[in-house]
């Protein structure tokens, strides 16, 4: 009974295991062998693979994205059977997805043709999954290597072509079967690796400038965020905290680091304006913005002090065009679809500032002090395609802002960051990343934290920042490298499939 069994417990436990090889664990040697065993199980319950990669999906979503669960009851307001249902209901609709990929693969193509035609499917899965139902990329395989010799292919094919190359690599490592199976799956596993290495000594765009840049982590409790009493305490903290960056080119505050809506905090902005432009510096922070006549909001950040280093006078006035609309809204919680019924069901459903409008998809860059900026608002870093189409050839640097302190002490914010470094490691841009409680962190432009806050602290930070010019191959490429492989190694699948099949005709 328990070995009739067996194969459906390791896939669960595969998929779950897969949390360890990204951050804060990054243990990405292990991906390829986890995924080769999941495979592996998936053969043998070939009869029910759809349920076979549902299962494998349920444990890989279910443990990596958990942080999700620490939201919905910390401040959800919901009972805890019903927050485990909403977290069960959302991991079952991720796996839907490698599911529908191993469905295909087993129907269509016969076990040793799967390293050639399951790349071409996960790839087709994790492309719906980016925007079916507004879009959820969180924990894609590519991520993991981040740290790897393969995340020298991320300036070539991106991170989804980092996940095609893994998938390769353990189905290959899947089907072995012979001393002869295994060389071959050892052999273009170890190629993919040394090409990584060579690859990733390779420096894409050149250097420009170098630029002097502070950060501003609050830390301020969730639950105080928008409690009116605390407003001005917050708005205190963040000045106090930016008394020694002055000296900066440029000073970033966190997503709605100022907790009043712009047309009420006018006061507080006009002073932060005219000291960032006295000292020599310029401001980003996040805001939220209010227009009383349409009952429109957004998630923005907004340019206070000097836009270009020879202005003779701060450039901030209220709603001035240098600023940026969030544009990839978060479900729930910046807007709820359904919201006439689900309002009324439960807190989860009604958060404050849960009716953000979207700004435009491609956006002007910030211009803050003469540095141009592709900015990216929390859950907008995830999606390759939209940063990409918010840089531009006089970008300096990518700029993220975010509040993960709905998260807590999860795995969730060390994700976030992971995510912004292949930003950074794909389009060959340094990028700020600014939080309320952390990860407040540097990245270069080969996608490594040059500086970082801990977590859960109050503090300041600052360091040189060097901004880039040029373009990698994955701006031109986009996502058309990885679709030119998969489409290969699918049409030699099919090319293979048709052959046999003639032979077994001509028998």
Known sequence: MLKRYTPYLLLILSGASLTLAFAPFNMWLITIPVLALAFRQIIKLRHKPFLAGWLFGAGWFGAGVSWVHVSIADYGGMPLIASIALMALLCGYLALYPALATKLTVKYFNINLWPMALPFFWVVAEWLRSWMLSGFPWLSLGYSQIDSPLSGFAPIIGETGITALLIISAALFAIVNSKRTFANAALVTLCMFVSG??????????????????????????SLRWVPEQDEPTMQTYWGLTESLWDNDLIVWPEAAVPKLEPLAQGYLARVNERAFNEGSALITGIVNYNWETDEAWNNLIVLGKRKTDAAYPDYQYFHNNRFSKHHLLPVGEFVPFEDWLRPLAPLFDLPMSSFSRGDFQQPNLEANGIHLAPAICFEIAFPRQVLANVYGHTDMIITVSNDAWFGRSHGPAQHLQIAQMRALELGKPVLRATNNGITAFIDHKGEVISALPQFEAASITAPVMATTGFTPYYHLQDLGVWIIVIMLLAAAVVLKSRRANNLDSE
Do not use: E
Not at 197 to 222: C, E, F, R
């Open 197 to 222: 290495y060579i690859l990733k000594q390779h420096t894409w765009v050149q250097p420009k400038q170098a630029y002097s840049v502070g950060m501003v982590q609050g830390n301020i409790a969730q």
